[in-house]
């Protein structure tokens, strides 16, 4: 097997973006450390290479800071300027792909016992994570502890909220509309043409 040839420096060679537009609390930042110590640095810190400042990973640095690490992994960019430091930011920080919920719950239900899903933010619009092991009656307790969405419902001439008991029941009902729903659809203009034209984007 080829071995991993991994950019390793001085932890003390780099220090924390002083524009870093992201925070973590004092909870979620312990359970990065917990997993930091279970498996380790799993992507490398992205660095802007002049200002030796992390553009993304500030909150793995310091984690990796307070567990006493010396060298950490690094990932050299050079952005021309501010805007473009922020957009790597932004990249780094991007989850592309979407959850399929019902594969997922399934996955989690059969692993409960084995996994502390209180140490792990899986991002589901806004759907707390816990509450999908929860065997619920009423769709709304799987947003139990959540604050309310407020949709932008200004100027029209009705807003109703739809519940779908399975996941085949809402695809069916994006394909009654005309229109491509997602995991992270909060709320709809129908016609499509109203939504276009007004510009409000789920």
Request: aromatic letters at 10%; hydrophobic letters at 35%.
């Amino acid at each position: 097997m080829k071995k991993e040839n991994k950019n390793l420096i001085l932890i003390d060679d780099v220090n924390v973006w002083d524009k870093n537009p992201r925070e973590i609390s004092s909870k979620d930042f312990e359970s990065l450390k917990k997993k930091i110590e279970r498996w380790g640095i799993w992507k490398p810190f992205l660095v802007w290479e002049s200002k030796k400042q992390i553009l993304g990973g500030n909150s793995r640095f310091k984690a990796c800071k307070e567990l006493g690490h010396k060298e950490i992994w690094v990932e050299y960019r050079e952005p021309k300027d501010d805007a473009e430091a922020l957009e790597m930011a932004i990249a780094d920080n991007e989850s592309s792909g979407e959850w399929i919920l019902s594969k997922l719950t399934g996955q989690l239900k059969e692993y409960e016992g084995d996994i502390d899903l209180e140490d792990y933010k899986i991002s589901l619009g806004s759907i707390r994570t816990l509450n999908l092991l929860d065997e619920v009656d009423d769709p709304n307790e799987l947003y139990k502890g959540v604050t309310d969405f407020q949709s932008e419902n200004e100027g029209a001439w009705k807003s109703i909220i739809v519940h779908f008991e399975e996941e085949k029941d809402y695809n069916e009902f994006a394909k009654l509309l005309g229109q491509d729903l997602t995991s992270k659809t909060k709320s709809i203009w129908f016609p499509e043409h109203i939504r276009q034209a007004r510009k409000v984007y789920e």
